[in-house]
């Protein structure tokens, strides 16, 4: 059994890495079609991991952040091929702005969808899961720090959404400190990072990995991945990045 988990941030137009224009990410979804995969939520592949009952050619969606373009013009485009996703929300920045102080200086700056929308794509079946409160990296012990982040974020985001709230994504991938991953496994079901790879069999629910579909702007590429012929290339990727975090950081000093 392999899935593949897609990681998506903002679905408008622009070259950056995380940005896929509407139509690029359209020609995606139809050659997730075209490559017969069978489109889960995170909630779904880890229930499917534990009855081990994986469908061939999984693959999740998951949208990190909580971008207004994934309400707006990600969710339609989903809609009209069925699909389902995971929206990984920021729970203090709801219909707010990802201008949190964790982000290096210049970094760019997107709004995001308030509480009704993300309301909405629950009731047509999104998964809703918690990036924290403030997308500060989870690296510390502070028990005060790792209850905002992770019990009281995720309590504000079902009260928002008037969903149940049982995935999580670290943001920038960091961490977890060994006292936030205690916390993560009492509050979640499932925990995604960003460390590239393939979701097997003797997989960790809480320390599942994806794959940027920056890497895989191109259709054939995303095919390609889907049917398991892109392995090589995927453990490429996760060499440079790893290696890239070795001497630059995802993340300001701020959040240090």
């Given at each position: 059994m392999s899935a593949l988990i897609l990681t998506y941030h903002a679905i408008e137009p622009g070259d950056g890495p995380l940005t896929i224009s509407p139509e690029l990410f359209a020609a995606q979804l139809d050659a997730l079609v075209d490559a017969g995969a069978t489109v889960l939520t995170i909630g779904g592949l880890v229930a499917a991991m534990r009855e081990k009952r994986v469908p061939s050619r999984a693959v999740v969606l998951t949208f990190d952040d909580g971008y207004c373009s994934v309400a707006q013009r990600a969710a339609p485009l989903l809609a009209q091929r069925d699909m389902p996703?995971?929206?990984?929300?920021?729970?203090?920045?709801?219909?707010?702005?990802?201008?949190?102080?964790?982000?290096?200086?210049?970094?760019p700056t997107g709004s995001l969808a308030d509480a009704g929308e993300l309301a909405d794509l629950a009731s047509s079946g999104f998964e809703i899961g918690c990036h924290g409160a403030t997308h500060a990296p989870l690296l510390g012990a502070d028990a005060a720090f790792l209850s905002h982040e992770i019990v009281e974020a995720k309590i504000a985001l079902e009260t928002a959404t008037g969903v149940e709230v049982r995935s999580f994504a670290l943001p920038y991938g960091a961490g977890p400190s060994p006292e936030a991953r205690i916390l993560l496994q009492v509050e979640y079901e499932a925990v995604c990072t960003v460390s590239i790879g393939r979701v097997r069999d003797e997989s960790d629910p809480y320390s599942l990995p994806r794959v940027d579909a920056h890497y895989?702007?191109?259709?054939?590429?995303?095919?390609?991945?889907?049917?398991?012929?892109?392995?090589?290339?995927?453990r490429a990727r996760a060499?440079?990045?790893?290696?890239?975090?070795?001497?630059v950081s995802d993340f300001g000093e701020a959040a240090v």
């Open positions: 996703a995971t929206v990984f929300c920021v729970a203090g920045h709801l219909g707010g702005s990802s201008d949190w102080p964790s982000r290096r200086p210049g970094a895989l702007r191109r259709p054939a590429l995303l095919r390609r991945a889907v049917a398991g012929s892109l392995d090589l290339y995927l060499v440079a990045a790893r290696a890239r975090r070795t001497v």
